[in-house]
């Protein structure tokens, strides 16, 4: 398989132009992309399986994420993508045994002035792991009753060794973790350089980290971004998720080995809170010619 598209090279055949920089700014802000939940510290076994995060699209138009390359500051993490149908991205194996599988074989989409739950789906043996046969689908367990309208988009890691699979998922540091998506022109030239990234997003444990503004996790819940219009980088920003508060419930967590004892995961996948300011879309610049828009008022709990 060809993984050159998300090595660390400096492309020597082209250099983005200025305009083209400008072009890619543009692009960045128009987006407005953000991360409003984040799943990292869940009861579940195996917890890099079923590890998550919420990315709201708070833009006019549908955001395609076929292109884009995701990565985290995470020792054991390999830059990922999206486009199941790109053999750059997946091979023809792992697409037939997508098809056969749980996982949504789709082009990854998310609506305007909409979320998608972003997720780790590593295309696997049949036996998954370390020979466990018993480890629930990722979106079975969220949607158990397939009553939930929730837009899952798993991500795809071509630079993962065989060997070492069973690391290669959506996972994060237990203490802390930065994270976040790239345009391919962007991850040629800088690499993983966050402050090049379109979107970007960075949590603490609390519980790891004494003076973090972070909530302390739980061992089963998912933190949340409690204002739409509030600053993500700031810790105090961001709450546990309860159930029944801000559309979060419980599911049963995977307890494949290791407890006896069952379990809940907590979260609101799908949902982002009620705002109750108007949410500006960010400037867009191309050239000299400056635009302003502004984002929905949110008046009641938005639901992608």
Known sequence: M?????KQTILL????????CLMALSEAKALNLKVTEIMYDQYSEYQSDYTW???????????????????????????????????????EDELEKMLASSI??????????????????????????????ALQPFTQMWNPDQTKDINF????????????????????????TTFGLWDPNSWAEYGKDFSKA???????????????????????????????SADP???????????????AYAIEANTLRGRNEPGVDVGSPGYVPNDPEN???????????????????FKNKKKK
């Open 53 to 91: 995060f919420e990315l709201w699209n708070n833009s006019s138009t549908d955001l395609d994420l076929s292109k884009f390359i995701y990565a985290t500051d995470f020792w054991r993490s390999t830059p990922a993508c999206f486009d199941p149908f790109d053999p750059d991205c997946v091979s």
């Open 13 to 20: 055949t082209s250099t983005l132009s200025f305009a083209s």
């Open 198 to 228: 379109l979107v970007s997003a960075r949590f603490e444990n609390k519980n790891l980290i004494e003076n973090s503004l972070f909530p302390a996790s739980n061992n089963s819940s998912s933190i949340y971004l409690t204002d739409l």
């Open 279 to 297: 949410v500006p879309e960010p400037l867009t610049i191309l050239g000299s010619i400056t635009a302003l828009g502004f984002g929905t008022l």
């Open 104 to 133: 949504a074989v789709k082009k990854p989409i998310i609506p305007a002035q909409s979320v998608a739950v972003i997720y780790g789906s590593v295309v696997r043996d049949a036996r998954n792991d370390w020979g466990n046969l």
């Open 233 to 247: 980088n700031d810790g105090s920003n961001w709450a546990l998720s309860t159930v029944g508060v801000d559309g």
């Open 153 to 176: 988009i798993p991500m795809f890691l071509p630079d993962c060794p065989v060997q070492h699979r069973p690391w290669c998922s959506l996972e994060f540091g237990p203490r802390q």
């Open 2 to 6: 060809k993984t050159l598209k998300f």
